[in-house]
């Protein structure tokens, strides 16, 4: 069984964008590639003085978002990762807890 991770943009756009971010061999590498892609467009949109919660709402706005889905005969999503759980602590750890 495989794992592939998935980003979607303007999820609530019926012109939604999907991207494959990549396939791995184990959860725990999906997981972190997931957790990559939310990090970098954190990181790319982060302006010095910015408020955790301006962050994260540009984050919900134009982020991509990355869900996780097993290969196998019950392709399903995989729920052990929360793009919004994960966008919003990182917003607070990037912007100093703000």
Request: charged share 30%; hydrophobic share 35%.
């Amino acid at each position: 069984m495989t794992f592939i991770v998935e980003g979607v943009t303007k999820q609530d756009d019926p012109d939604a964008a999907v991207r494959r971010i990549g396939v791995y061999q184990t959860r725990e590498e999906a997981i972190a590639a997931a957790k990559a892609t939310v990090d970098a467009f954190l990181h790319r949109e982060h302006k010095h003085g910015m408020l955790p919660s301006e962050l994260f709402s540009i984050y919900q706005e134009r982020g991509e978002h990355p869900f996780i889905f097993r290969d196998d005969d019950r392709t399903m999503n995989v729920r052990t990762f929360d793009h919004i759980q994960f966008a919003t602590l990182r917003s607070t750890e990037i912007c100093g807890g703000k």
